[in-house]
Nanobody, 120 residues
């Protein structure tokens, strides 16, 4: 019913930039929030950044370097990543909290992830 697709990952040198995109589509009534998570090898998945009703929050490790933004009309969220570090290397996942119709609780939908690799 809902598809979440990420794009924009890749290989970049330390200090470089990447922009991730995530689009949600399908039978969507509204999207309450969208967020980016990441999971590095051997580590737990962690919240990177989230946006809801214009409010944003970031993990301490990315504050001042990453910026999350959203295009509500396109059900799309972006993550601009600057000054990348090797420790940012991970699979980045997009999540959308979606309401399918009025009166139904929202549910979380996840993308398949996109690999970001930062070389030193």
């Amino acid at each position: 019913q809902v598809q979440v697709v990420e794009s924009g990952g890749g290989l970049v040198q330390a200090g470089g930039s990447l922009r991730l995109s995530c689009a949600a589509s399908g039978s969507i009534f509204s999207i309450n929030a969208m967020a980016w998570y990441r999971q590095a090898p051997g580590k737990q998945r962690e919240l990177v950044a989230a946006i809801s009703s214009g409010n944003t929050n970031y993990a301490d490790s990315v504050k001042g370097r990453f910026t999350i933004s959203r295009d509500n009309a396109q059900n799309t969220v972006y993550l601009q990543m600057n000054s990348l570090k090797p420790e940012d290397t991970a699979v980045y996942y997009c999540a959308a909290r979606v309401r399918l119709r009025v009166g139904v609780p929202s549910g979380d939908y996840w993308g398949q992830g996109t690999q970001v690799t930062v070389s030193s």
